[in-house]
């Protein structure tokens, strides 16, 4: 657990990314991701590949590993096999639903904000049971505005007539800090997705912690929540 010194008050909102941050769908996308591009004869990529691909939406992604003669095809491969994997493989991770719990019982408001699709998006957190805890679920291609753009957590705050520094982001990338400090909100870095620590750390999170049951320990210390 990281932390400058630097003290958090009056949030009101907290954010969430979701890949690597509530749920490990990562296997999933790989089962997908290469059964697709069986199909078009290539070679299959590996699971560590796919983790560190992933987090910028699926069109994206197809773009990354096809040729732009067939990344349009591939897609729609792609989201029809998906559903599948998605359903059988994805989980969520430890402290998930305790964790929303914890803040939803203390009356913070939810957000969810994620490059994944918004169809995929609602299909997991209802198949896993999660969608019951959020105020707000806002995905990039419901904005066609995906992360690092701001544009997701701006929505938020507009929605709950919040400041930035009420606010907090939580994600496991990179791209999830960029995000935070674009919409000038304060962001808390995990690192149990695809960025390491090392990666996470020159983008100056406002903390960094090692999984999400660290979450409530890191808010109680802050005193945030009781």
Do not use: W
Request: proline share 3%; net charge negative.
């Amino acid at each position: 657990m990281k932390n400058g010194g630097r003290k958090l008050s009056n949030i009101k909102l907290v954010m969430f990314d979701l890949d690597g941050t509530l749920l490990d769908a990562y296997l999933a996308i790989e089962k997908a991701l290469n059964a697709v591009r069986a199909k078009f004869n290539l070679e299959a990529l590996s699971l560590a590949e796919v983790k560190r691909a992933v987090g910028k939406g699926d069109k994206s992604l197809m773009e990354d590993y096809f040729s732009d003669d067939i990344a349009i095809e591939a897609l729609t491969l792609y989201r029809q096999m998906h559903r599948d994997t998605l359903l059988k493989y994805a989980k969520l991770l430890p402290h998930a639903k305790e964790i929303l719990s914890y803040l939803k019982e203390r009356d913070y408001f939810l957000a969810l904000g994620t490059n994944r699709p918004a169809i995929f998006t609602r299909l997991i957190i209802e198949h896993l049971d999660i969608d019951r805890f959020f105020d707000y679920i806002i995905c990039g291609d419901e904005l066609d505005a995906f992360k690092p753009k701001p544009d997701m957590i701006l929505e938020a705050m507009k929605k709950f007539d919040l400041k930035p520094e009420e606010v907090v982001y939580v994600g496991d990338m990179v791209i999830d800090v960029e995000t935070a400090n674009n919409a000038g909100v304060r962001s808390i870095a995990l690192t149990t997705g695809s960025s390491s620590r090392e990666e996470l750390i020159i983008r100056n999170p406002f903390a960094i912690i090692g999984s999400l049951g660290q979450l409530k320990d890191f808010f109680k210390l802050l005193n945030i929540i009781p």
